[in-house]
């Protein structure tokens, strides 16, 4: 079963606001990552935050751990229509061994 | 640097038939895995492999083989098709230290099963 969860599914916004996605997962993880996915493509890799980590930035993304809550969220400043695409959160929990879990993915939406 | 390239990126299939789906990158990649994404779903992992000559079962196995015989290659097999396994397949990989690290996507084969 899905042991990530994004929210929310879809988030239509306008073109300069910014888009907040987030994510939640049950057990302890090694780390968190966030991934893209074009239409029809395949995914790429945004961010990995650490369990130690609490908060990292790549350009426009903002990326948030609170293992006490066990939610993540990935934040884009100034949006643009071309980051018109489905987000996934991913976690390796410390359990797994060697499995990366996705979510189901937040569907982004930006207008020009 | 090519990355990670799949083969083919089309199939249709009729129940019953078998078929391979290639991956390959040229990384030097010791961690590579297979997913399959169904519509409104994340991607779940079939299998995946920590090396050359090691592999191992991910969450929805069944119906599917891999072998990694080389550091570059690894391939997925359906072994008898069928209407389930209609899907979009995405093989993935990354350095030394597996999932400690990101992964790479190839681009991904879209398979129907009739």
């Known amino acids: 079963s899905q042991q990530g969860e994004e929210d929310p599914q879809a988030l239509s916004i306008q073109e300069g606001e910014n888009a907040t996605m987030n994510c939640s997962y049950k057990t302890s993880i090694n780390n968190l990552q966030w991934y893209r996915q074009n239409s029809g493509r395949g995914l790429v890799h945004l961010i990995l935050i650490r369990s130690n980590e609490r908060e990292k930035h790549s350009g426009r993304l903002r990326v948030t751990l609170d293992t006490s809550k066990k939610s993540s969220s990935l934040l884009i400043t100034a949006s643009r229509a071309a980051d018109t695409a489905s987000y996934f959160c991913a976690n390796h929990q410390e359990t797994s061994g060697s499995r990366l879990t996705f979510g189901e993915g937040t569907q982004l939406t930006v207008n020009p | 640097n090519a990355g990670v390239t799949q083969t083919p990126k089309f199939q249709v299939l009729k129940t019953g038939q078998s078929m391979t789906l290639q991956c390959a990158q040229d990384?030097?990649?010791?961690?590579m895995s297979w997913y399959r994404q169904d519509p409104g779903m994340g991607l779940r992992l079939i299998h995946y492999?920590?090396?050359?000559?090691?592999?191992d079962q991910g969450e929805v196995p069944n119906g599917y083989n891999v072998s990694r015989s080389t550091t570059e290659d690894f391939p997925l097999r359906l072994l008898s098709a069928a209407p389930s396994q209609t899907s979009v397949y995405f093989c993935?990989?990354?350095?030394?230290?597996?999932?400690?690290?990101?992964?790479?996507f190839g681009p991904g084969t879209r398979l129907t099963v009739l």
């Open positions: 990384m030097n990649h010791e961690y």
């Open positions: 492999s920590v090396g050359a000559g090691i592999t």
């Open positions: 993935a990989s990354s350095y030394a230290g597996g999932l400690l690290n990101e992964q790479f």
